[in-house]
């Protein structure tokens, strides 16, 4: 069983940044790809970014250049960095061990003057 903890959401004004942090427990996490998802009020979850066990990237069109995601195996977490937010960012935002259901419980992060 593995379980996800998601922390570091907020409130930021346009331009600001902030962090997100998903923990894993299971002693699974340093084999898996990692992604970050979000989702707003009536629509899908839409993936914003993964990251491999080797440490390979891949971004949404709309957060490259914008949003980095890294992982450290020793802490078993996966970060999303979230720098020049725009207010098309808020939304709840999941991690997820990839290829599989396991999901963390979301955290809300809100853009807005």
């Known amino acids: 069983q593995v379980q996800l903890v998601e922390s570091g959401g907020g409130v930021v004004q346009p331009g600001g940044s902030l962090r997100l942090s998903c923990t894993a427990s299971?002693?699974?996490?340093?084999?898996?790809?990692m992604g970050w998802y979000r989702q707003t009020p009536g629509n899908q979850r839409e993936l914003v970014a993964t990251i491999t066990s080797g440490v390979i990237t891949n971004y949404a069109s709309s957060v490259k250049g914008r949003f980095t995601i890294s992982r450290d195996n020793v802490k078993n977490t996966v970060y999303l960095q979230m720098n020049s937010l725009k207010t098309e960012d808020t939304a709840v935002y999941y991690c997820?061990?990839?290829?599989?259901?396991?999901w963390g419980q979301g955290t809300q992060v809100t853009v807005s003057s």
């Open positions: 299971g002693g699974i996490f340093r084999f898996v790809t």
């Open positions: 997820k061990v990839e290829r599989t259901n396991y």
